[in-house]
C-alpha cells in the first residue's frame, strides 16, 4: 500500500497558474491508478481529474478541463496536478488519491492524501 503527501497549494491571483504535487511512498505505486478531488468550504467533494497506471489515459471534470493537466513520472513515484488560468472558483483543498481504476468515482480509491489548501483570490 502506498502512503500519498501533497504540495504546492498556496495562494494565488485569479488567472495564474499552480502546479500541485503528490508524491508516493512504495513500490507499488507505478501499479496504481490516481485521482485528484478538490473540497471547498460546505460543499460536497468533488471529482478533479484522474490518470492511469501508465499516465496514457487522462480525464477530467468539466469545470477544469482545457485549464487543469495530469501527468505522473512512476520513476519519481509522483503525480501532478498543472492548473492554469485559475478562478476563484477553484478555491478548496485538493487532494490526491490512489486506486485500481482511474474513475470520478470516489469509492474505489482505497488511499488519500491529507491534501493541500488552495486559494484562488479575485
Known amino acids: 500500500q502506498v502512503q500519498l503527501v501533497e504540495s504546492g497549494g498556496g495562494l494565488v491571483q485569479a488567472g495564474g497558474s499552480l502546479r500541485l504535487s503528490c508524491a508516493a511512498s512504495?513500490?507499488?505505486?507505478?501499479?496504481?491508478?490516481m485521482g485528484w478531488f478538490r473540497q471547498a468550504p460546505g460543499k460536497e467533494r468533488e471529482f478533479v481529474g484522474a490518470i492511469s497506471w501508465s499516465g496514457g489515459s487522462t480525464s477530467y471534470a468539466d469545470s477544469v478541463k482545457g485549464r487543469f493537466t495530469i501527468s505522473r513520472d512512476n520513476a519519481k513515484n509522483t503525480v501532478y496536478l498543472q492548473m492554469n488560468s485559475l478562478k476563484p472558483e477553484d478555491t478548496a483543498v485538493y487532494y490526491c488519491?490512489?486506486?485500481?481504476?482511474?474513475?470520478?468515482?470516489?469509492?474505489?480509491?482505497?488511499?488519500w492524501g491529507q491534501g493541500t489548501q488552495v486559494t484562488v483570490s479575485s
Open positions: 512504495g513500490r507499488t505505486f507505478r501499479s496504481y491508478s
Open positions: 488519491a490512489a486506486g485500481r481504476v482511474a474513475t470520478m468515482n470516489p469509492e474505489p480509491y482505497d488511499t
